[in-house]
């Protein structure tokens, strides 16, 4: 049987010697800390308790609410000196002679003297008073106590007591007694009240008009941003833009500086005011410091517009609501409206609205068209929506080439003659020879008998720095792109530019971030309606719109990349612009891809089936015939002239230089001789198909012989 052995004590045995002793050491405890001085303490603690929220916000409301009554005072006492005296008048004499007004200063002076004329007879008339008031009152009271007795003698004999006679008068005297001694009453207390009163008045003053600098206003005031547009807001931003000249013509002008402003006119989203600026102060100075303008406005920098206008010496402000212009504008009326048609020649596409919220309409007729901005920024939605509404007039003939290629004008396969798309230098090619056929039917038109009117032709290339970069050279070293003389891409657009509008032959380009390298001087300079979205650089605006827009006020510059996609600003005579501008904004309606197919199926409703070509044959070898038949395409029937310009943009070489003559001498040949339908001439497609038909059984025929 085991034992239990239960150990009373810890063992208290030394280790064994393979294990190591523990070493201690001892740490001594730290210096007991120093204490704080009390004189550092308050310091802290008076610190504290001063900048405190609940200090501040005391202090704050304690001097907004004394500034008040005080400057509450000073507004008071200079309106009453302002209603005794002249110096209303001085003022706006010295603010008409600090502007160079001298007509409204020699104005003022005139009335300046009739106000003296008319204080002076008033003071000679001061004189005369005393005496006439004294006659007046003694005539009152006599006639006062006559009506009494004589009321009192009508109440005696009424009453037949003598002693009525009195009565009315001793009710008169008792009454007064009675005022005397609700005066005696009352006058003490009012006497006491009274400096209150007055006090509690001047501050009513001062607060409405915030008398008080801005850092003892409350938050909800003290945060003025998008207050309204007021004359002195304008005139203080003014007069804080840093132009010396400006500031020193406000400060002398004093309270009279809005004479310098026109009305402030409700436009749109926003106000419009004319300011004419005081002699020696030039529009560029004014125009140069838009954003420090714009904040002194409390305003964003791209909320705020300065244009010059027709008078001398004025520039125009358009100043936003606050956060106005970052709403979306409504829909297209092409997406709203499903009967909507168009007129090349006198109607005006449905583009957008400008900053005043009016529709804004461009006119297309006879204008080539150019708009460029930064990538991503709308630039195809802008051009489509242009192409979209006049594919809505079915006399109109699109030649496309998409050198994005992404599918952005997928939607006018079956209404363009010609689409290309893509951006290789193959594409380039195609592209060019599109435009070269494009320019052998002007050259045609052209030498047409005069008075024929001709069918617009739309050569639209998006994305058309593609074009002007490409290195790739033809068979004779000739570069497709470039901007020199032998640069075919470049000298067939220029070709247009100089011809092709009194045939109504339009070129339309849409570009990326123009350079000289990707954009030539000459070709943006061709363009009649030049339109931007943001960019970069002045540099780039001025190569966009040109030099008179930008010194007129134009900035594309300004806008904001991805905040303000869509927004346009336009120099064109097809649209719109108030007197005096050289452009105007416009915010493009933004048309997605199925509305843009909607409109597309209602266009081609309008139209007799149109076959696109997707490539221009450059073989060289053709076939007229076959070449016939295919720009027929599945339409009964084509106008001769049609048929002329498809063939001059499917094959250039071959077809640029046919006359009627030359496609009747063919089909005459192959006996589908064109005929008149609704008085024009026509080739009609099954006559060319028979004829193709009777031509492959007379070969097979004399294969078999």
């Known amino acids: 049987m085991s034992e239990n052995v239960v150990h009373l004590h810890k063992p208290t045995d030394p280790p064994a010697p393979e294990t190591a002793p523990t070493v ?13 001085p009390l004189w550092v303490r308050s310091g802290r603690a008076v610190k504290t308790a001063a900048t405190h929220e609940s200090t501040r916000a005391t202090v704050r409301a ?14 008071v006492a200079r309106r009453a000196w302002d209603g005794r005296t002249g110096s209303r008048y001085e003022r706006m ?13 020699e104005e003022w002076e005139e009335r300046l003297q009739r106000f003296r004329a008319a204080r002076h007879h008033r003071r000679m008339d001061l004189l005369h008073s005393p005496v006439e008031a004294a006659k007046g009152v003694a005539v009152g009271a006599g006639m006062s106590i006559g009506v009494l007795v004589a009321l009192g003698v009508v109440m005696a004999l009424n009453t037949s007591h003598v002693g009525d006679v009195i009565t009315p008068l001793t009710a008169t005297i008792d009454f007064i007694a009675l005022l005397i001694r609700i005066v005696q009453v009352v006058w003490g207390p009012a006497l006491s009240i009274g400096p209150f009163l007055a006090l509690l008045a001047l501050w009513s003053v001062g607060r409405k008009q915030h008398a008080a600098p801005s850092w003892a206003l409350p938050a909800n005031v003290r945060s003025d941003e998008g207050e309204p547009i007021t004359p002195s807001i304008v005139v203080k931003a003014l007069r804080d833009l840093g132009v010396p000249a400006l500031a020193r013509a406000i400060k002398e002008m004093g309270d009279a500086g809005a004479s310098m402003l026109g009305p402030i006119r409700i436009a749109g ?27 002194n406005l409390t305003r964003h920098e791209h909320e705020v517009f300065i244009t010059i206008p027709q008078a001398a010496r004025t520039v125009r402000l358009w100043v936003a609501d606050s956060g106005a212009l970052d709403e979306p504008i409504g829909p297209s009326p092409l997406v709203t409206d499903d009967t909507m048609t168009a007129d090349y020649a006198k109607g005006r596409a449905p583009w957008g609205q400008d900053l005043r919220g009016d529709a804004a309409a461009l006119g297309l007729y006879q204008r080539h068209l150019l708009i460029t901005g930064l990538s991503n920024q709308g630039k195809t939605v802008a051009l489509r929506s242009l192409a979209l509404w006049l594919a809505l007039d079915k006399s109109v003939q699109f030649l496309m080439g998409d050198l994005k290629g992404v599918g952005d004008w997928a939607m006018f396969d079956g209404l363009a003659t010609t689409l290309i798309q893509g951006p290789t230098d193959e594409h380039v090619i195609q592209v060019t020879e599109m435009v070269e056929g494009a320019v052998g039917e ?11 009117v001709f069918p617009p032709v739309i050569v639209l290339v998006d994305e058309a720095q593609v074009a002007f970069m490409c290195p790739a050279k033809d068979a004779e070293k000739r570069p497709y792109g470039g901007s020199k003389a032998n640069s075919r891409y470049f000298m067939a657009v220029r070709k247009i530019h100089n011809q092709g509008r009194a ?16 954009l030539p001087k000459l070709v943006r300079e061709g363009a009649h309606t030049r339109a931007s979205l943001a960019l970069g650089t002045e540099s780039q605006a001025r190569m966009a719109l040109g030099d008179k827009a930008v010194d007129g006020g134009a900035a594309p510059n300004l806008l904001r990349p991805g905040l303000d996609r869509g927004t346009l600003v336009v120099a064109s005579d097809g649209v719109t612009i108030p007197a005096g501008q050289s452009s105007i904004t416009v915010r493009t309606h933004y ?20 076959t696109t070509l997707h490539a221009i044959e450059r073989e060289e070898e053709h076939d007229p015939l076959v070449d016939i038949a295919a720009v027929i395409g599945d339409a009964p029937r084509v106008r001769t002239k049609d048929v002329l310009a498809r063939l001059a943009a499917r094959n250039a070489d071959a077809y640029g230089g046919w006359s009627f003559i030359d496609l009747k001498g063919v089909l005459d040949d192959a006996g589908a001789k064109p005929y008149k339908s609704d008085g024009v001439m026509v080739v009609a497609r099954d006559q060319v198909a028979r004829a193709l038909a009777n031509r492959d059984n007379e070969d097979s025929a004399c294969v078999d012989g």
Do not use: F
Request: glycine share 8%; hydrophobic share 40%.
């Open 503 to 518: 045939v109504n032959v339009l070129m339309w380009q849409g570009t990326q971030d123009p350079t000289n390298e990707n």
């Open 442 to 452: 002007m050259n045609r038109r052209i030498q047409a008998p005069p008075g024929t």
């Open 591 to 610: 048309i997605d891809d199925d509305a843009a197919e909607a409109i597309i199926d209602r266009a081609k409703a309008l139209r007799d089936g149109v």
């Open 269 to 295: 989203c926003g106000v419009e005011v004319d300011v004419t600026l005081p002699s020696g102060v030039s529009t560029n100075e004014v125009q140069g410091k838009r954003r420090k303008l714009a904040e």
């Open 62 to 75: 304690a001097a907004r609410h004394s500034l008040y009554t005080l400057n509450g005072g000073r507004i």
């Open 24 to 36: 201690l050491t001892v740490v001594p405890d730290a210096p007991p800390a120093r204490p704080v």
């Open 93 to 105: 004499i010295r603010a008409a002679e600090a502007a160079g007004n001298l007509e409204a200063a």
